[in-house]
């Protein structure tokens, strides 16, 4: 069956780093468009960044760029985020996703790994 398993997440200072890591399984990952996203206490979730399937293209959220990467390995069917210069307002849980498609919403969601960054 599908899973998406997220590791990586943790508790850190301000102004550390941690990298996260989705390792996918079930189904074709290069054809899926790969996403992060993550949602704090009391908000939604919001999208943080997606990397096409074969990793020419990355979008990021206004709030993380030029802090965070994401990347994938098509043959180890991982996408990762790495995340500098963390601040108390990147404190949430982190999904991963796939998409199947260019546009709309994601098909598949992992569990969710907890990040903390302590001011």
């Known amino acids: 069956q599908v899973q998406l398993v997220e590791s990586g997440g943790g508790l850190v200072q301000a102004g550390g780093s941690l990298r996260l890591s989705c390792t996918a399984s079930?189904?074709?990952?290069?054809?899926?468009?790969m996403g992060w996203f993550r949602q704090a206490p009391g908000k939604e979730r919001e999208f943080v960044a997606s990397?096409?399937?074969?990793?020419?293209?990355?979008r990021y959220a206004d709030s993380v760029k030029g802090r965070f990467t994401i990347s994938r390995d098509n043959v180890k069917n991982t996408v990762t985020l790495q995340m500098n210069s963390l601040k108390p307002e990147d404190t949430a849980v982190y999904y991963c996703?796939?998409?199947?498609?260019?546009?709309?919403?994601?098909?598949?969601w992992g569990q969710g790994t907890q990040v903390s960054v302590a001011s």
């Open positions: 996703a796939a998409r199947l498609g260019q546009y709309g919403s994601y098909d598949y």
């Open positions: 079930g189904f074709t990952f290069n054809r899926y468009v």
């Open positions: 990397v096409t399937t074969m990793g020419y293209t990355v």
